[in-house]
Structure formats: C-alpha cells, structure tokens
C-alpha cells in the first residue's frame, strides 16, 4: 500500500500547530512546510491511516482556514525552489458561517 499525499493552503500562524498535532499520532503522518510565505504544506499519510488522519483534518477546519489544494495546481520555481499555486482565496470561518 502506498501513503496518501495531501496538500493545503493554511492560516500561516497554525502551521506548527497542525505539524505538532498529526505528527504525535506516532507513524501516522508527516507534516512538511513547502512554501512558508504562502502557507503551503504537504501531509503526507502513512497506509492504512488516512481515515483517522482525515477526520483530525476535518475538524481543524471548523477551528481555523485549511484548504485542500489540487497536486495538479502546485508548480515548483526552477530558480528559488519556491511553490507558485493558482490564486484561490481562503475562506475564512467567519465567511462560512451562516446566521439563521
């Protein structure tokens, strides 16, 4: 079996956040920064646990902005090793929210 790989737009302040959490679900998930300034990481999910790794991914969004994003989208620049992904806003929590 091979390892899910996803990859996300997040709030830039919660990348640690995010790598600290999923990491200490031992062997389950690895979390790597690709590009810092555009807050964009890759969760890379060990066989067999994306289920559970998913659900925590899920609930992280009803706590802060975090967008999956397409691999077909993200590019690599030659010269500096930056990510360049197509321009998507981030929709925020409070834009998600709906008064009744």
């Not at 790794?53 to 009803?62: A, H, M, P, T």
């Not at 975090?66 to 360049?84: F, N, R």
């Amino acid at each position: 079996m091979k390892p899910t790989v996803l990859y996300y737009r997040v709030d830039r302040r919660q990348i640690s956040f995010i790598k600290f959490i999923l990491e200490a679900y031992d062997n389950m998930a690895v979390v790597t920064t690709l590009d810092p300034h555009q807050a964009v990481i890759r969760v890379t999910i060990a066989a067999g646990c994306a289920i559970a790794i998913r659900r925590v991914l899920f609930e992280f969004e009803n706590d802060f902005d975090l967008v999956e994003i397409d691999q077909a989208l993200l590019t690599t620049g030659v010269d500096k090793g930056s990510i360049a992904i197509e321009e998507r806003p981030i929709v925020s929590n409070e834009n998600k929210k709906t008064s009744h």
